[in-house]
């Protein structure tokens, strides 16, 4: 079974560009989460789907960052411009049950990440 | 409000000899706790978990952790380590039914062959 697959592994766009990121979630898991970790620090929640819902995007740092999930498949991170402080590794991760009020509780499986360096 | 405190940004062990490494936590409500695993240029893998059935849980690889209410932590040990467990380890809480994970800073631990 394949896992959680990202693309790209690696970025590097200038200030004020355009980036798109993207995750593969298991077939099957409603949950899809976005993580950040920036320049060593904890990684951070951005926001979840469930299936193509956002059920929580309290986490995302401002308005230069999209998350869809259209269909409920995959999901794309969009950064629209980038900034210098943007750079760092992001995450996606997937679980299969979709409880009432979501929930990670169950195992949520990583994708390696993508590595962000905007200069 | 959840969070995580891994007390130690490094640990270094030489091969052979027990890992600890220690996480304290805070949780309004009754938590679930992880451990995960980062090799470089790897996902981040599951160790173990904790969901209120034992408080000693054991992981793969030879890990384990043991659920202290009490000192609310969950601290991360292994009797021997190898060389292949050179990585960072995070450990996470979340709410239970809730929707968020909390990391810890990470711990990143060496290894000495």
């Known amino acids: 079974e394949a896992g959680v697959t990202q693309f790209p592994s690696h970025s590097v766009i200038e200030k004020g560009q355009t980036v798109t990121l993207r995750c593969d979630p298991i077939s099957g898991h409603d949950n899809l989460y976005w993580y950040r970790r920036v320049m060593g620090k904890e990684i951070k929640f951005l926001l979840h789907f469930v299936k193509e819902s956002k059920q929580d995007e309290s986490g995302m740092p401002n308005n230069r960052f999209l998350a869809e999930r259209t269909g409920g498949t995959y999901s794309t991170l969009k950064v629209q411009p980038a900034e210098l402080e943007d750079s760092g590794v992001y995450f996606c991760?997937?679980?299969?049950?979709?409880?009432?009020?979501?929930?990670?509780?169950?195992?949520?499986?990583f994708g390696q990440g993508t590595r962000l360096t905007v200069v | 409000a959840q969070s995580v405190t891994q007390l130690d940004s490094h640990v270094s062990v030489s091969e052979g000899t027990p890992v600890l490494l220690r996480c304290n936590y805070s949780s309004s409500y009754s938590p679930s706790l992880f451990w995960y695993v980062q090799h470089p240029n790897k996902g981040l893998q599951l160790l173990l978990k904790?969901?209120?059935?034992?408080?000693l849980v054991k992981g793969i690889n030879g890990f384990e952790a043991e659920f202290k209410k009490s000192e609310t932590s969950f601290h991360l040990t292994k009797p021997s380590a190898h060389m292949s467990d050179a990585a960072e380890y995070f450990c996470?809480?979340?709410?239970?039914?809730?929707?968020?994970?909390?990391f810890g800073t990470g711990t990143s631990l060496t290894v000495i062959p």
């Open positions: 904790y969901t209120s059935a034992a408080t």
């Open positions: 996470v809480v979340s709410e239970r039914g809730g929707n968020q994970f909390y």
């Open positions: 991760a997937s679980s299969q049950v979709a409880r009432q009020g979501g929930g990670m509780n169950t195992e949520a499986f």
